[in-house]
């Protein structure tokens, strides 16, 4: 499996849109591998997990998203799921004949599409014919061609109440990986799932990078995706094989890729920035 980190940043980008704090000024003067914007990732070119800054994808990548068939969602945040850019898979602003995008999200993340006023005029330029949109559970698996998904349960809180916030366990030809995003510390039900599978490759959320995580916290840091890669080694998940990468990087936690790189690797952990490819 080929994957492309399109964005590796927290909501408010790095450096964020409206901040002028040091890792920003620092991260914007730096630029490169320093500027992030919101976490998006791209499967094999046929499966996008999380919908934010996909224009600036299509443009800063050279993507041809005309051909994309499946859209997974983690949650209803904004960052995660923008749901107004959907609207530019409809009549009048594509060219015929592509296929319709299917959209994989829990149950509450999709409400917000269907609740949303401007959903009922999308039915009168093709939502219906080019938006397909699946509700996805904690723990049951689904498949994407044959790629196989197994949503476990995040730790992280919306504001649409009751959400059950996702993270996916993805595998294909004898490979499995984690998209850990956006997660705190896993509940129980979690870490036994994650204890008794191998994996390749975990992307684990770093939004808190080198502040400590305030409890309870619906995001991880640094600190955190250390006790996330002891505990996989103990239980035999993880191994010198295994890949290791941290993503979803809020400004607040004052990382800037060319001075913090490192500091993640002296802990195992490879830091994403935005294009970095991997595959597994
Ligand atoms: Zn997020
Ligand atoms: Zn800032
Ligand atoms: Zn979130």
Redesign the pocket.
């Known amino acids: 499996m080929k994957l492309k980190f399109l964005g590796t940043a927290a909501a408010e980008g790095i ?2 849109l409206f ?3 040091d ?2 000024k620092l991260s914007l003067e730096l630029g490169g591998k320093n500027l992030r914007k919101r976490s998006s990732l791209l499967l094999d070119d046929k499966i996008m997990f999380d919908f934010n800054d996909a224009l600036f994808y299509v443009h800063n990548y050279q993507l041809d998203l005309s051909k994309l068939e499946h859209l997974v969602i983690t949650h209803s945040h904004s960052d995660h799921f923008n749901i107004f850019d959907l609207e530019y898979k409809l009549i009048w602003y594509t060219n015929p004949g592509n296929p319709p995008l299917n959209i994989y999200a829990n149950e509450k993340a999709l409400d917000r599409i269907y609740h949303t006023p401007e959903f009922s005029t999308w039915h009168k330029i093709g939502a219906s014919e080019l938006l397909n949109f699946h509700t996805v559970n904690r723990w049951k698996e689904f498949y994407i061609a044959d790629y196989k998904i197994t949503p476990l349960a995040a730790n992280h809180i919306t504001c649409y109440e009751g959400e059950e916030s996702l993270i996916y366990v993805i595998e294909k030809d004898g490979k499995r990986f984690l998209y850990g995003l956006d997660s705190g510390f896993y509940e129980e039900k979690t870490w036994e799932y994650l204890k008794s599978h191998y994996f390749d490759l975990l992307i684990l959320d770093s939004t808190i990078g080198f502040l400590e995580v305030e409890k309870p916290s619906n995001h991880m840091a640094l600190s955190e995706n250390v006790a996330v890669i002891e505990t996989l080694k103990e239980s035999g998940s993880i191994d010198e094989n295994s890949i290791i990468i941290s993503t979803h990087f809020s ?1 607040n936690g004052k990382v800037v890729y060319d001075t913090s790189s490192k500091i993640y690797k002296e802990h195992g952990l490879i830091m994403s920035y935005d294009g970095m490819e991997v595959e597994i």
């Open positions: 450096p964020a901040c002028s704090c890792t920003c400004h």
